[in-house]
């Protein structure tokens, strides 16, 4: 088709017929497809980003919110168990708190998280709600996810998954999940994948010693792995601590919630999370023994209701402890004696 085009080009134009060069390179500056800007440009984009980019938000600090599906607080029983939320993760920098205490944090946002199906012990045999996160192409989706998101009232999801709730804690289907569904200062379970880091040794996968020095006698052992199995066995034992290749693994921890920002729906969460910026984790309340942390603080079951009326606080902090930490207890220093 293309080539038609050039030969109705050239008898337009005047040129002979058969292919000659000077039609050749003219064809080509035509067709000539241009990945690139040229350096003119991309040194004005460079002079211009600054102006390109978009200005910082104006923050409220209060908003009114509507509860629109009618859902009721409760209060939990023993076996009452709250969804977990994904969350995109952005990156880490540093808050100070009210006594000037430097906190690392690892800012998460929420973005455009709704319900998808609440999955019922009638119909589908275990209780749980199907959540989704971002946005996706439709012409990237299967016909049944675009479905759910039809039936939901929400526009194609990013990344789905399931959070097992306990009865009284489902949700309807297209409910928004805010960040207001956890406190600050409530610790929280976090669950992700880490970084690829590539092939490496016994010492940086694993964590081993390594061999000794020169000096005492450990000649071309320093980073080895050491004996591998034993001399009856004739064998490497399965799951051997070897050299490999290091990530991406599965990694999960316990963080505290330092603070929340419902305008963008962002969570800062204290320490580092697993996983590149823009990967996917799980937020969940805390388990284990690290959720009596969790008992001076009421949560909100199922999840955050605004009552009408109400004027809530846009950005919510931690309470900052009572006690000044750099009041450090006087000690008398005593000298020794001459």
């Not at 002979?16 to 991309?42: C, G, N, V």
């Amino acid at each position: 088709m293309w080539r038609n085009a050039l030969q109705s080009i050239k008898v337009s134009v005047g040129w002979p017929t058969p292919w000659s060069a000077r039609a050749d390179l003219e064809a080509s500056r035509i067709f000539r497809r241009t990945f690139y800007a040229s350096k003119w440009q991309k040194r004005l984009g460079h002079l211009l980003e600054g102006r390109r980019r978009a200005p910082p938000p104006e923050i409220p600090e209060k908003e009114s919110l509507q509860n629109d599906f009618n859902i009721k607080p409760f209060k939990p029983v023993l076996d009452s168990k709250r969804t977990g939320v994904l969350a995109y993760k952005i990156g880490c920098m540093s808050l100070w708190d009210e006594w000037g205490v430097k906190h690392m944090v690892t800012v998460c946002q929420l973005d455009r998280l709704h319900v998808l199906t609440p999955l019922t012990l009638q119909k589908n045999g275990y209780e749980a709600v199907r959540v989704g996160l971002g946005y996706r192409s439709i012409h990237r989706q299967k016909r049944q996810e675009i479905g759910n998101a039809i039936a939901a009232g929400v526009g194609p999801k990013h990344h789905i998954c399931e959070f097992r709730v306990s009865s009284d804690c489902l949700l309807p289907a297209g409910f928004p999940i805010s960040v207001r569904h956890f406190v600050p200062g409530q610790w929280v379970f976090v669950s992700g994948w880490s970084k690829g880091r590539g092939y490496h040794g016994v010492m940086k996968r694993w964590g081993f010693a390594g061999g000794g020095s020169d000096k005492r006698g450990h000649k071309k052992d320093h980073r080895s792995a050491g004996s591998l199995g034993q001399r009856g066995v004739g064998k490497v034992w399965k799951y051997k601590k070897m050299a490999g290749h290091k990530g991406p693994d599965p990694r999960c921890m316990n963080a505290k919630v330092f603070r929340i920002e419902s305008a963008r729906n962002l969570i800062f969460l204290k320490g580092p999370l697993p996983g590149y910026k823009g990967s996917v984790v799980k937020i969940h309340d805390a388990r284990g023994k690290t959720a009596f942390k969790n008992k001076h603080i009421r949560l909100p079951f199922p999840t955050f209701v605004p009552m009408p009326g109400v004027e809530y606080p846009v950005t919510v902090q931690e309470p900052p402890p009572q006690r000044d930490p750099f009041l450090y207890p006087e000690q008398p220093l005593y000298q020794p004696n001459d």
